[in-house]
């Protein structure tokens, strides 16, 4: 599954319904609504059945147009720092700097709003890391390796998400409760764009 700019949703109903994170997640939040709570226990009620579905379809439509548009924003920042790097005029450069410091916020967003989404499904999971330190630069510096490892923690964050709900069978790895799992690596790429985004002045 592809995240990229311009990526296409499936036609068909998405096998991650049956995902047994999320039916188990918006289940759930069923048992909190009493006016379902007495309904469906020691059976399979079709009608409740019928409406996790339409919940898990409407997050991960959420979800994957969020992953979409950080990979946009993250794109913009990468193509605006070719611009100021090939310096072909003054003006040129102001702007690009312009669209590389708003494409940084738009990253910071985009990763926000992923990161809340995948924190409150998956609960047991670590959600924050440590930042590396990021020494100030000159002025107008791009912070290029720091950029490189937004990128890094951006594509880790996309395998993690598919590999546990873009997918029927998906369970816990305990690795992920020790080292860094998705919502560590979505952290970090906010909270390094923030960072950089501030730097720069």
């Given at each position: 599954?592809?995240?990229?700019?311009?990526?296409?949703?499936?036609?068909?109903?998405?096998?991650?319904?049956?995902?047994?994170?999320?039916?188990?997640?918006?289940?759930?939040?069923?048992?909190n609504i009493r006016s379902f709570g007495?309904?469906?226990?020691?059976?399979?009620?079709?009608?409740?059945?019928?409406?996790?579905?339409?919940?898990?379809?409407?997050?991960?439509?959420?979800?994957?147009?969020?992953?979409?548009?950080?990979?946009?924003?993250?794109?913009?920042?990468?193509?605006?720092?070719?611009?100021?790097?090939?310096?072909?005029?003054?003006?040129?450069?102001?702007?690009?700097?312009?669209?590389?410091?708003?494409?940084?916020?738009?990253?910071?967003?985009?990763?926000?709003?992923?990161?809340?989404?995948?924190?409150?499904?998956?609960?047991?999971?670590?959600?924050?890391?440590?930042?590396?330190?990021?020494?100030?630069?000159?002025?107008?510096?791009?912070?290029?390796?720091?950029?490189?490892?937004?990128?890094?923690?951006i594509g880790k964050a996309e395998k993690?998400?598919?590999?546990?709900?873009?997918?029927?069978?998906?369970?816990?790895?305990?690795?992920?409760?020790?080292?860094?799992?998705?919502?560590?690596?979505?952290?970090?790429?906010?909270?390094?764009?923030?960072?950089?985004?501030?730097?720069?002045?």
């Open positions: 599954m592809s995240f990229a700019p311009g990526a296409q949703e499936e036609e068909d109903p998405p096998p991650a319904r049956q995902n047994p994170i999320l039916r188990a997640h918006f289940r759930r939040q069923l048992v007495a309904r469906g226990r020691g059976r399979r009620d079709p009608f409740l059945e019928d409406y996790i579905d339409r919940q898990i379809d409407h997050y991960l439509s959420e979800l994957r147009e969020k992953l979409v548009d950080l990979n946009t924003h993250f794109a913009q920042v990468e193509q605006a720092q070719e611009t100021i790097l090939q310096g072909s005029s003054e003006q040129a450069i102001r702007q690009a700097r312009v669209q590389w410091r708003n494409a940084l916020k738009g990253v910071q967003d985009e990763a926000g709003d992923a990161w809340n989404m995948l924190r409150f499904v998956l609960t047991v999971l670590k959600d924050k890391g440590d930042l590396k330190l990021v020494e100030p630069q000159e002025p107008g510096s791009l912070y290029e390796q720091e950029t490189q490892f937004i990128g890094e923690q993690r998400i598919t590999a546990y709900l873009f997918r029927v069978e998906s369970v816990i790895q305990l690795e992920d409760l020790k080292e860094a799992n998705m919502l560590i690596h979505l952290y970090l790429a906010r909270e390094m764009a923030k960072k950089i985004r501030k730097l720069s002045g």
